[in-house]
């Protein structure tokens, strides 16, 4: 069985990227209602969705803020 919180880590080793099973979920939730939910930038909540690398300080506390949205 696989963890879905599982981080990916680019070349650098010091960002996450998120699988793209989580992105098509975050993508339906929508842009404006993630940002809000979150506190993130456009460009941030864009970058997680198109599965470019985050800091992973970034990824958690975007995870958690959609997690607390869900509840």
């Known amino acids: 069985m696989l963890d879905p919180n599982i981080q990916?880590?680019?070349?650098?080793?010091k960002f996450a990227v998120a699988d793209s099973f989580e992105?098509?979920?975050?993508?339906?939730?929508?842009i404006r209602r993630l940002m809000r939910a979150t506190r993130l930038t456009q460009r941030t909540v864009?970058?997680?969705?198109?599965?470019?690398?985050?800091r992973r300080q970034?990824?958690?506390m975007f995870r958690t803020r959609i997690d607390s949205l869900r509840a």
Do not use: D, F, Q
Not at 8 to 13: E, L
Not at 23 to 30: L, T
Not at 46 to 54: H, N, R
């Open 8 to 13: 990916t880590y680019g070349p650098s080793g």
């Open 23 to 30: 992105r098509k979920e975050w993508a339906k939730i929508g």
């Open 46 to 54: 864009y970058s997680i969705l198109s599965g470019k690398g985050v």
């Open 58 to 60: 970034t990824m958690a």
